[in-house]
């Protein structure tokens, strides 16, 4: 599971978050409806790792919504390969594994936090269960990258 850096979908859904009246605009068209309903989960879960990682002003920085939205890409890339792999699993399949990343557009590079290693570049392995997933999201909130974000103001 590949996401991008930047990812359409997820600002737009990172943006209702931050702007809730912007949902109505968009919740006419039935199929943009049930994109941002699926990502707003994420946003949610991702907003939250933000705040416990960084305080209750998080999301008065500078770089809140940039730094949110690419919380949000690797949360989904990294959810999506763990309930592939679980589908895999069902389907008595063990032997294929399912890997994720973010495609991270200006550095033209592969990005995904892992477990266990200071090196985040390339494919990393899906998360195998809730305990492993909820330690990803605080090291992936507490990395450089999110607080290069946060202090940005692009």
Same mark, same amino acid.
């Given at each position: 599971m590949l996401g991008h850096s930047g990812c359409g979908a997820v600002s737009a859904a990172v943006d209702v978050f931050l702007n809730p009246s912007e949902y109505l605009a968009l919740a006419t068209n039935r199929t943009v409806r049930g994109i941002l309903d699926q990502l707003m989960i994420v946003v949610h879960a991702s907003a939250r790792r933000l705040q416990q990682a960084f305080g209750d002003?998080?999301? !008065?920085?500078?770089?809140?919504?940039?730094?949110?939205?690419?919380?949000?890409?690797?949360?989904?890339?990294?959810?999506?390969?763990?309930s592939i792999q679980r589908a895999i699993r069902e389907a008595a399949a063990a032997s294929l594994t399912t890997l994720y990343g973010v495609y991270l557009l200006d550095r033209c590079s592969v990005w995904a936090p892992r477990l266990g290693s200071d090196d985040w570049i390339g494919l990393a392995d899906a998360r195998a269960d809730v305990e492993s997933f909820a330690r990803?999201?605080?090291?992936?909130?507490?990395? !450089?990258?999110?607080?290069?974000?946060?202090?940005s103001d692009r």
């Open positions: 002003s998080v999301a !008065s920085r500078p770089g809140y919504r940039q730094a949110l939205v690419e919380m949000a890409v690797v949360t989904n890339a990294a959810f999506t390969a763990h990803l999201g605080a090291a992936v909130a507490g990395s !450089s990258r999110m607080v290069q974000l946060l202090n």
